[in-house]
């Protein structure tokens, strides 16, 4: 994917950017010139992506850490509760994604012209100041992201080091283990790996990452299905953790806080575009992504309602937050340990970009930093300090560029998403604030209005009636979900600080 995904671009009269001769695109794009039939009608290289391509990546895009925390989502929920939310938040995606292909090319869906990522998108359908908010959303996100992945990445470590300690000594062992040198060690990685200007092309990595993610999911899985059939032990409740254990509010929060848990573990509408830019234009790239978010959606859905299900039944109204590192599975501990080595494995690459085999689709924190180094480099063109490389010889390895100030802001950045991630290591309280934060807009928000912008619906009409009743109730469930994790967040921090309040989570 290019370097220029997921930025916003500097001129404000809301038009594309000019294209070139086919020759001269193909130069920029994919080498040298080619035959005509080597390239599609924007210049680029030809696509060659299909329905089972696209599917593929959906389906890596989607199921990820998220995954861990829905057997303590449906705990909160209920079997009554807990299985139609999880489909309710399945659907809206799905149709939102089915308006957002729609949106690849503008005006005309078919044969309009190409938008490369969501915010070109955006900027082509709706322009103005919605492109900065979108851009704004999206950013802000990022950075969100960086801290939740420096969290579950450290209790991960931290569980590894636990699962061996209750081995040796049973698991009544106290085996007390702080997070905080474990952040540390991830935040060092990070800050390395930080400053390497096109990370994103270390493809091998992104595989590996795919194939960690499915790994510890399946293990989870695994050994959520074993322990169901375990017997002695609450297999979940109608309603979910009762009222007499949590008191009404706190009850309340749950609720509200499994919902944006749900809505992180749904999170992929910001790279749709980006996976429909790999298609080839016959059939037409709308119809094919519908059918493939169809396909990966479905196989999602199946695949989370699986985990959090049998999580709820192996764990009952107890399941632990986060499903591999809360210690209802002591043994086999070593299967344990594989799964969050896999985590741990999978958020170091995912931290700074997040890839598949075939394209890369910078969602994390290399399309900000890139973002932030043209913004100052357009700003200040002339200033040696954020223009000027130096070049730092590798052994074995070629060589490295590296500059003054992408080593300082590269640097702050992590640092400081590392220290916010040790001042608020809560793993289902911050995954719920992301998913509130994004749902909305990114996944609901902007796909309809698009919608609305590109098939010129008119108001009030029963169609923009039913599309704003839509956006609206999912406003709501978004801003009750961040309402529930920040009152979670607040309830963790006392008790993380050792404060007497009675209050159980």
Partial sequence: MLKTQLRVSADTNGDHMEMGSPTDNVKRFGGPAAQPDAIDDDGRPKRTGNLWNASAHVITAVIGSGVLSLAWSMAQLGWVAGPPVLLAFAFVTYYTSLLLADCYRSPDPVTGRRNYTYMDAVKANLGGTKVWICGAVQYGNLVGTAIGYTITASISMVAIKRSNCFHVHGEQALCRTSSNIYMTIFGATQLLLSQIPDFSKISWLSVAAAVMSFSYSLIGLGLGIAKTFERGHSHGTLTGKSLSTLGLLNKLWH??????????????????????????????????????TLLGIFTTTVFYMSVGCFGYAAFGDTAPGNLLTGFGFYNPFWLVDVANACIVIHLVGAYQNTSSANFNMQVYSQPLFAFVEDWVSSTWPRSKFFKKEYTVGIPFRGYLLISPFRIIWRSVFVISTTAIAMLLPFFNDVLGLMGAFAFWPLT??????????????????????????????????????????????????????????????
Avoid at 474 to 496: H, I, N, P, Q
């Fill in 255 to 292: 609720v509200f806080q499994s919902l944006g848990n749900i809505a992180f573990a749904y999170s992929f509408s910001m790279i749709l575009i980006e996976i429909q830019d790999t298609l080839k234009a016959t059939p037409a790239e709308n119809s094919v992504m519908k059918k493939a």
């Fill in 444 to 505: 609901v928000y902007f796909p309809i209005e698009m919608h609305i912008a590109q098939s010129k619906t008119a108001p009030w009409t029963s169609k923009w009636c039913h599309l704003k009743l839509l956006s609206m109730i999912c406003l709501l469930v978004s801003v009750a979900a961040a309402v529930g994790s920040v009152a979670g967040l607040k309830l963790a921090s006392v008790r993380a600080h050792g404060s007497s309040s009675t209050m159980e989570t």
